[in-house]
């Protein structure tokens, strides 16, 4: 069968995963084959706001981040994510960061791709929730903000098996890629993926709907490319609260951590402890 992609498209990473989060699962399983490596689950740490192309970090991204850690941890000890926030240089678009909780170690790996520290907010967030874990990032400078050539997608999922292997104790089986190198190693596994077949899609059913007030296409689009600019430029660390809204993200996280712990706990889904 003939691949989705030509090896002209992993040049432009934006027309391969992006688009189709099914290949990027693909690609995936293909990668980690063969491995002991927990496949990672992707998260976010930003909302959407209303009538915006850019998320935001607030309070409530940042406890719901947290439960699902929390969660996680339940159900094994180390855990990997493709964690997804809103950009800091472009409007509109989010980045990918390879971020790895041990609960085992007390540690907390991530990665940017940029080479850069844990946003503010974040490790914030992460000392109030998890004080007892170390937090550590590494520097390597992968891609460059200048070119902005959306690698981070693919160099996620490479710096978590670097993560991996470097927890495993095999610094030599660690690829440490930057933007162009990734993109050469995934054209073998990107070829395996197939052209779908194409289903029969069925005649929806017709039903009468009540229809919204008509929107002036014009207004819509002005207001909403002036929230994505003033979402794009928002920062929690700005805040006159900011300190009491950490904490308030973090407790919300573990009350519904300890909600949902309950509930597991009664359907016999993990075992009691204490």
């Known amino acids: 069968m003939d691949s989705k992609y030509s090896q002209k498209d992993i040049l432009d990473i934006t027309k391969v995963f992006i688009q189709d989060y099914s290949d990027l699962q693909a690609f995936r399983k293909m990668l980690y084959a063969g491995t002991d490596f927990p496949l990672p689950k992707d998260v976010s740490g930003g ?5 915006s192309d850019h998320d935001i970090i607030n309070a409530a991204s940042l406890a719901k981040l947290g439960e699902r850690i929390l969660n996680d941890g339940l159900f094994a000890s180390c855990n990997a994510y493709h964690l997804s926030l809103p950009s800091v240089n472009t409007p509109g678009i989010n980045h990918a960061l390879a971020l790895m909780v041990d609960n085992q170690t007390k540690e907390i790996w991530y ?23 170390k937090i550590t990032y ?4 992968q891609q460059y903000k200048q070119k902005n050539d959306s690698s981070c997608v693919l160099l996620c999922e490479y710096n978590l098996l670097d993560m991996w ?3 495993k104790g095999h610094p030599e089986k660690m690829h440490q890629f ?15 993926i197939v052209m779908p077949v194409p289903q029969t899609k069925k005649t929806p059913k ?3 709907m009540k229809k919204e007030p008509a929107q002036d296409p014009k207004r819509y689009l002005i207001e909403r490319n002036r929230n994505t600019q003033r979402y794009f430029k928002y920062r929690i660390t700005s805040e006159k609260d900011y300190r009491e809204q950490i904490k308030t993200a973090a407790a919300t996280a573990r009350n519904k951590h300890a909600e949902f712990r309950r509930e597991m706990t009664e359907r016999h889904l993990i075992q009691r402890m204490g």
């Open 165 to 167: 292997q470097r927890k």
């Open 138 to 141: 590494f520097t390597q400078i």
């Open 111 to 133: 990665q940017d791709s940029y080479g850069i520290d844990m946003r503010r907010e974040l490790r914030d967030f992460f000392k109030e929730l998890l004080p007892d874990h």
């Open 178 to 192: 930057d933007s162009f190198e990734a993109r050469e190693a995934a054209w073998p596994l990107v070829e395996q």
């Open 47 to 51: 909302e959407a706001p209303q009538n």
């Open 206 to 208: 017709f039903r009468f």
